[in-house]
T-cell receptor
Framework: ETGVTQSPTHLIKTRGQQVTLRCSSQ?????VSWYQQALGQGPQFIFQ???????GRGNFPPRFSGLQFPNYSSELNVNALELDDSALYLC????????????FGNGTRLTVT | AQSVTQLGSHVSVSEGALVLLRCNYS??????LFWYVQYPNQGLQLLLK??????LVKGINGFEAEFKKSETSFHLTKPSAHMSDAAEYFC?????????????FGKGTKLSVKP
């Protein structure tokens, strides 16, 4: 089975710019979640998509937005980048429901200068 | 609100020694609890999960964890450390809605294994 893939692996942006990160879910999974992992910290939940609708959101401002496509791939968009947005962004796919484990991609390392 | 506390940001053991990584959680409802491992420059991999079945949960790579409600703990153990166990370990709890996508993670414990 194909695992979760994320692109790009690394990205450098300037403060104020916009960025789009992409994620391809594991085959058969209908739910995708995005997490932000700052250096030395645990991952923090940004939001989750199920059947192309946002299905839960963490404590992140509206400039963080997402999409899920019919093939269950997903995008994370961040507008008006700030220096504190520098982090590893992790995508995880799963089946819907609390007993279904999350399968993580290797992440996109975003650096904002 | 739910939360997770991992005691010790860095644990160092000798190869062959017992591994004990501590996790305490806060939850007003029965939680789902998870341990994940992260190797350098990689995403997180599920080690094991507790979903209210057996209190002693066995995972991959010889790891296990015991759910103790009275202590609100879910400590991770492995009888004998191997060099390949060196990584960062994260404990996580699900939120009140029980949707696993909304996991709350601890800050992580970095495990070093000395030869």
């Amino acid at each position: 089975e194909t695992g979760v893939t994320q692109s790009p692996t690394h990205l450098i942006k300037t403060r104020g710019q916009q960025v789009t990160l992409r994620c391809s879910s594991q085959s058969g999974h209908n739910t995708v979640s995005w997490y932000q992992q700052a250096l030395g910290q645990g991952p923090q939940f940004i939001f989750q998509y199920y059947r192309e609708e946002e299905n839960g959101r963490g404590n992140f401002p509206p400039r963080f937005s997402g999409l899920q496509f019919p093939n269950y791939s997903s995008e994370l968009n961040v507008n008006a980048l700030e220096l504190d947005d520098s982090a590893l962004y992790l995508c995880a796919s799963s089946l819907q429901g609390p007993a279904s484990p999350l399968h993580f991609g290797n992440g996109t390392r975003l650096t904002v200068t | 609100a739910q939360s997770v506390t991992q005691l010790g940001s860095h644990v160092s053991v000798s190869e062959g020694a017992l591994v004990l990584l501590r996790c305490n959680y806060s939850s007003s409802v029965p939680p789902y609890l998870f341990w994940y491992v992260q190797y350098p420059n990689q995403g997180l991999q599920l080690l094991l999960k507790y979903t209210s079945a057996a209190t002693l949960v066995k995972g991959i790579n010889g790891f296990e964890a015991e759910f103790k409600k009275s202590e609100t703990s879910f400590h991770l153990t492995k009888p004998s450390a191997h060099m390949s166990d060196a990584a960062e370990y994260f404990c996580a709890v699900s939120d009140e809605r029980g949707s696993q996508g909304n996991l709350i993670f601890g800050k992580g414990t970095k495990l070093s294994v000395k030869p």
